[in-house]
């Protein structure tokens, strides 16, 4: 069996950012790695992935939300994430089913225990074992992400960047909890600080905690 590394944050603190690092940092040392996302990963999630994101969708009530999200989870974990585990890979996938209890839960609250049956059901026994927690204050994730979003072309994937600054404060509260509660599974990063420093926090505890047999170094 691989290695399975989930990135998660509030908007803007950096994920998408230091999990491109990192890939590149693993692929450089010769080990096996699949880069993936969520939502999305594969051309069907990545369909419920444009619904999800589309800030002209803002009708979309947050049951229906919540079941898209298990929808396209389902199809990713079947096509991308199950079979790179199952041959040996270090999977590194750009949020996961912690976002779905951040932002769902802690977020819109809708029941944690519904959230935790349909997320277990749409993973099909697969779970992080090393979970990247880029941690930093709403206010100045909301701002690079809008600066990323105006400097990029095509769609506008901004859905949530609308939301209160009280919303994102509740997924943040969220994640620290989610953290707290399984400490040998998260690992905390300051996402306030640049983005060298970050990765070369990244990159030391990440390397160090990849089982020997699927770790390379040359
Ligand atoms: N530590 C950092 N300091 C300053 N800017 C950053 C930092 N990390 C990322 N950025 C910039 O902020 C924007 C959002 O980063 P991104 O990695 O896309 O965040 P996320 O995937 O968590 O939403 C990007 O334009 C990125 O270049
Ligand atoms: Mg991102």
Redesign the pocket.
Known sequence: MGYFITFE?V???????QIKLLSEFLVTRGMQTTLTREPGGCPIADKIRAILLDAENQALSPLSELMLYAAARAQHVTEVIAPALEAGKIVLCDRFCDATVAYQSFGRGIDRDVIDSLNLYACQGESPDLTVL?DCDPQLGLE??R??IEATSGPREERFELEALAFHQRVRAGYRQLAADEPDRFLIIN?A???EH?FDAISAQVVARIPEELRVVC
């Open positions: 944050g908007e803007g603190c950096g994920k998408t950012t880029v690079r992400a600066q990323r996402g600080d640049t983005i970050i």
